[in-house]
């Protein structure tokens, strides 16, 4: 009997995403970060500059099941454009604060034995409720802990997509549908050819947008009832966002491309996408799905064991290549522990906002 109700592509690369960053953070944080650069440089090289980009995995993703969800037939657009705003901040900054909380936790039980760039100042409230709003890098306020800036670009990148959406959804003709793609892939053009350009924008949604959107473009390609209408906008999102690299090539973009172009073309062969499912041990889709359900609790969380981690390195006097070793499987272990635990006893009692559960 094989298990159900999740998408194994979409949470292979959750999976993938999810656990390169982690790895990438290891390098990037801390005393462990400056042995493991002695120890294995090229790994470490590899994983500072280029595993960083699966951020655009997140970012593709995210559009993929923000379209998903935002189609024009969905339950979803039952409610005021504003509750879904809202639904959706509770649902990313709900489990993200308390994630942030432990990590301001660990960085002052960490700050006792370790001094370090990776521990942050002890947080104002006013940072708190900067990180609570989500609003902390429109503030300029110092992170409280890594990742949380893109929670909040998350939020807007929905914000947008679903206001872009409204039309579609709420006008009753084609017209509507035409309008918000169209829509769509113009904003999607002026993020790939002037925002995501300019670093200066990069504490908001319009920066990432490109990306965003052409998780949205996959789905509405794999999904669409006439195959030929969803290659040629495969093919117009090759060769629009082709035109961009070559007017100003970003690693970053060419990553986010192809990832929709393999998610868009792979949910078009329906009857590939199931075979693949039924090739798939059990025991393997099982592991995927666990991996992709605890994806962003791992996202929140590993920070928090980075910081722990890291003060216990530091209190070896001479690290040998085996005390690096030991101290990054059990940074590993213990993000993957702890993520489970905060999935099912934080994140999933609070995908719910309180407000409904009174309702």
């Keep these: 009997m094989k298990a159900s109700g999740r998408q194994l592509h979409l949470d292979s690369l959750r999976v993938i995403a999810a656990q390169?960053?982690?790895?990438?953070?290891?390098?990037?944080?801390?005393?462990?970060?400056?042995?493991?650069?002695e120890h294995l440089p090229n790994i470490s090289?590899?994983?500072?500059?280029?595993?960083?980009?699966?951020?655009?995995?997140f970012l593709v993703v995210g559009g993929y099941v923000a379209a998903m969800s935002l189609g024009a037939g969905s339950a979803t657009w039952k409610k005021p454009l504003w509750v879904l705003w809202l639904r959706r901040y509770w649902r990313l900054a709900a489990p993200c604060f308390v994630a942030v909380l432990l990590t301001c936790l660990c960085t002052e039980v960490a700050r006792l034995v370790m001094q370090d760039n990776m521990l942050s100042a002890t947080p104002t409230l006013g940072q708190l409720a900067g990180h609570a709003l989500l609003l902390q890098n429109l503030l300029g306020q110092e992170a409280l802990s890594a990742g949380v800036w893109y929670v909040a670009i998350d939020v807007q990148l929905f914000a947008l997509l679903s206001l872009l959406m409204w039309p579609a959804a709420h006008l009753k003709s084609p017209l509507g549908a035409r309008l918000s793609v169209l829509t769509v892939l113009l904003i999607m053009a002026a993020s790939l050819v002037f925002f995501n350009l300019d670093a200066r924008w990069d504490i908001g949604a319009l920066y990432f947008f490109g990306a965003y959107a052409m998780g949205a473009c996959a789905y509405w390609a794999g999904t669409s009832a006439r195959r030929g209408k969803g290659l040629a906008l495969l093919v117009l999102l090759g060769l629009g966002v082709g035109l961009t690299l070559a007017y100003e090539f970003r690693e970053r973009i060419a990553i986010a491309l192809a990832v929709a172009l393999w998610l868009g073309g792979l949910l078009g062969q329906r009857a590939l996408l199931q075979a693949s499912k039924e090739a798939l041990p059990l025991l393997g889709e099982r592991i995927i799905q666990w991996g992709g359900r605890t994806s962003y609790a791992l996202f929140l969380v590993h920070f928090a064991v980075?910081?722990?981690?890291?003060?216990?390195?530091?209190?070896?006097?001479?690290?040998?290549?085996?005390?690096?070793?030991?101290?990054?499987?059990?940074?590993?272990?213990?993000?993957?522990?702890?993520?489970?635990?905060?999935?099912?006893?934080?994140?999933?009692p609070l995908q719910t906002p309180p407000w409904v559960k009174q309702a």
């Design 20 to 37: 390169l960053i982690v790895l990438h953070h290891l390098t990037v944080y801390g005393p462990l970060s400056v042995a493991l650069n």
């Design 45 to 57: 090289y590899w994983l500072f500059h280029e595993a960083r980009l699966t951020v655009q995995i």
């Design 306 to 348: 980075l910081t722990l981690v890291n003060a216990l390195f530091a209190q070896i006097p001479h690290p040998s290549w085996g005390g690096v070793a030991a101290c990054v499987v059990l940074y590993w272990l213990a993000s993957m522990g702890l993520a489970a635990a905060f999935d099912r006893w934080v994140e999933r």
